[in-house]
């Protein structure tokens, strides 16, 4: 089966950088990905992992080790705007994408 | 525009009665998929499907059904065997094998009295 990991909240302070981690365990990987969702809202896709290394988009960067199981979404310069739920996910065999078990993220002044 | 779109957007049933909730995208997708969301909550796999004709249960089918027989079309059928139906439901589509973007349409909330 498919599991991922994170944290469950998160708070930091407008401008701050912040890093919200994913721990998965999964038969067969192909890579992490990342979604943001602010409440009520759908799910949009933010960045892909294939390969370990870091991925950088903007404001939003991802990581990924392989052999730690392992990824981390960072956001950096935050804006009030950046309050919503972040997920992990993987795809996995037969095409099944599972997600994690979300992070909410709430940006203060 | 292309894209994936749910319908309704809010959805009112009594205990005991089935429910169908639309689901029709026009990416040319072959992956879909649907969740369901509870508050505050991580998104759970009910069903999904890579081609037409052909679907495979998630982590939480139980009460659910669905039916592909349109590339475009996905609807989910929540029935009385659902113990607790009322939640968030989202569909999603994806391109090929293993593919790095899922797209989400906007959610269905079901409420059941």
């Known amino acids: 089966g498919q599991s991922l990991e994170q944290p469950s909240e998160v708070t930091a302070v407008e401008g701050a950088i912040v890093q919200i981690n994913c721990t998965y365990q999964?038969?067969?990987?192909?890579?992490l990905s990342w979604y943001q969702q602010h409440d009520g809202g759908a799910p949009t896709f933010l960045s892909y992992?294939?390969?370990?290394g870091l991925e950088e988009t903007g404001r939003f960067s991802s990581f990924l080790s392989r052999s730690d199981s392992y990824g981390y979404l960072l956001l950096q310069e935050l804006q009030m705007k950046d309050s919503a739920s972040y997920f992990c996910a993987v795809p996995g065999g037969g095409n099944k994408l599972t997600f994690g078990t979300g992070t909410q993220l709430k940006v203060e002044l | 525009d292309g894209g994936i779109t749910q319908s309704p957007k809010y959805l009112f049933r009594k205990e005991g009665q089935n429910v169908t909730l639309s689901c029709e995208q026009n990416l040319n997708h072959d992956a879909m998929y649907w969740y369901r969301q509870d508050p505050g909550q991580g998104l759970r796999l009910i069903y999904y499907s890579q081609i037409v004709n052909d679907f495979q249960k998630g982590d939480i089918a139980e009460g659910y059904s669905v039916s592909r027989e349109k590339k475009e079309s996905f609807p989910l059928t929540v029935t009385s065997a659902q113990k607790n139906p009322t939640a968030f439901y989202l569909c999603?589509?994806?391109?090929?094998?293993?593919?790095?973007?899922?797209?989400f349409g906007q959610g269905t909330r079901l409420t059941v009295v």
């Open positions: 992992n294939a390969l370990d």
């Open positions: 999964t038969s067969g990987f192909y890579g």
């Open positions: 999603a589509s994806g391109l090929g094998v293993h593919h790095t973007e899922a797209f």
